[in-house]
C-alpha cells in the first residue's frame, strides 16, 4: 500500500448518450424551442434546455432519440420536422456523464404541448437572438457558487452551462456554412 494507507479506487461512471434538438420554426420570427424542465426531475431541475434527453434502447440512433424526445416533451411529430444537421457531440462538464449529441431541425408551424411530467414550460426564442450576439459570457449562481459560464438572456429567463454551449457550437457553424442550409427550408429569408 502506497504511503501505509489503503489503496482508494474511484469509480468511473460509464457516459450516458443523450440528444437533443434546435428545433427552428419555419415561419417568421423562426423561434427556437426552449423549455424548462420541471422540478422534480433528477437530472437538471427546474433549468432551461432544449428539447431531448437520455438514448433508450429502442432508438434506432441518437437522431431517433431527438425526433422522440421532441415529441415527447413539446409535442412536435416527426413528419413536422427535417433533421438538418447533426452538431458534434458535447461532454457534459459538471454532473451525469452525459454525451450530448445536438441536432438542428426545421419545424413545421404547430401547436406545442408538454408533458406536465417532465416540463414545466416550453417558450420560443427568435433565431436571430441566438445568431446575433445573444450569447456572452457571463455567471451563473449554481449550488451556492458563481460559476463562469456562457448565458443567453431572454425575456427574464438565463440560458446557461450546456444548453449555452451547444449554443455557442450552432452559432459558429452558422457562421461558417449552416445559414445557407437551413435558409431555404425557412419561408422568409428574414433570419
Partial sequence: MPDGGPLRYHR??????????????????????????????RDHPGQ?????????????????????????????????????ERLPMLRQRVRNNFDVTPFVAVVEPGDLTIDGDETAGVFLVPLATIVEGGLR??????????????????EGRRIWGLTARI??????????????RIVPHLTSSEA
Fill in 48 to 84: 432551461i434546455g432544449l428539447p431531448g434527453g437520455s438514448a433508450h434502447p429502442e432508438d434506432a440512433d441518437l437522431e431517433a432519440t431527438a425526433l422522440r424526445e421532441l415529441r415527447e416533451e413539446v409535442g412536435i411529430e416527426r413528419d413536422r420536422a427535417t433533421i438538418v
Fill in 137 to 154: 459570457h457571463g455567471s451563473i449562481e449554481y449550488g451556492g457558487l458563481r460559476l463562469p459560464s456562457l448565458v443567453l438572456d431572454f
Fill in 12 to 41: 468511473v461512471m460509464p457516459r450516458r448518450q443523450a440528444a437533443v434538438v434546435i428545433a427552428i420554426f419555419r415561419a417568421f420570427p423562426h423561434g427556437v424551442v426552449f423549455v424548462e424542465r420541471a422540478a422534480h426531475l
Fill in 167 to 180: 449554443l455557442e457550437s450552432f452559432v459558429t457553424r452558422w457562421r461558417s456554412d449552416l445559414r445557407d
